[in-house]
């Protein structure tokens, strides 16, 4: 292509300049770009050429230049996209409260529901759900690791969240979580009013809520006795999952 002192004709430049061609056509194609930016790359090949410069060099500028065009593609697409979903959802007459509604639904929709009551809050009923799927995939690990770490007899923190783990879970087969069965009665009572029966659904999130941020406090606690290994980890990711899912961050006790 351009003489051997120029260093254009090497293979390995020549292969890599193909390369960045073959790029720009799928970018143009994919994003529908002016088909002249191809043009415009090959005029600076040819002027790099004639004009002497390091090839390496002058590949490594136009590979960061073909990444900010198609860094910029890219958030003209998402922009696009973001302002055709408003468009759909304003002409159907959802609010911006309705999408931030439907993606939190979605992000707890991969945990069960418990039953509890057909009037039940969802919310609920998948929190619960969550706190069953840490007791089938997590809690041996977790007791075991907490019993190694404080190995004290009557160690009240280790004894206190053991214990209270199980007003969480069902003990036996249909039968619902202790810590449910006050919201089931005002759930199922024909004079309960709807604020009573919000509030107990406010109260039972924020029963787990409480106990999974302990529950994390005793594991960073215990890090000080026994390193957590990898299995610990998975199962405090766990937690920290269902609590970022839940939107539970900041409701913890006051210390």
């Known amino acids: 292509m351009f003489g051997k002192k120029k260093g254009f004709d090497r293979p390995e430049i020549i292969e ?47 590979l960061r230049a073909f990444r900010e065009i198609k860094s910029a593609a890219e958030e003209k697409e998402r922009q696009s996209a973001r302002q055709a979903e408003a468009r759909r959802r304003q002409m159907a007459g959802e609010t911006f409260a309705d999408k931030v509604l439907d993606e939190y639904r979605q992000r707890i929709q991969h945990y069960p529901m418990i039953e509890v009551h057909p009037d039940a809050d ?25 019993r190694k770490a404080f190995p004290q007899a009557g160690q009240i923190d280790r004894m206190n969240i053991e214990q209270r783990f199980w007003r969480y879970v069902s003990t036996r087969e249909g039968r619902l ?20 029966k919000i509030r107990e659904a406010q109260e039972a999130i924020k029963s ?33 999952g269902i609590i970022t899912d839940f939107r539970l961050k900041d409701i913890r006790k006051r210390k």
């Open 16 to 62: 890599a300049l193909e390369k960045l061609r073959s790029d720009y056509e799928h970018l143009i194609f994919d994003y529908a770009l002016n088909p002249a930016i191809l043009d415009s790359l090959e005029d600076r090949i040819r002027h790099a050429g004639t004009a002497g410069r390091e090839p390496e060099n002058f590949i490594q500028e136009e």
């Open 122 to 146: 969802p919310e609920v009923c998948r929190l619960y759900g969550a706190v069953s799927m840490l007791d089938k995939r997590y809690w041996e690990t977790i007791e075991s690791y907490l």
């Open 208 to 240: 787990v809520a409480f106990y999974l941020h302990d529950l994390l406090d005793l594991c960073e606690m215990a890090a000080s006795n026994i390193p957590h290994d990898e299995e610990i980890k998975k199962a405090m990711d766990f937690v920290r």
């Open 177 to 196: 979580p202790d810590d449910l069965e006050k919201y089931r009665r005002i759930i199922s009572s024909v004079s309960a009013s709807k604020q009573e």
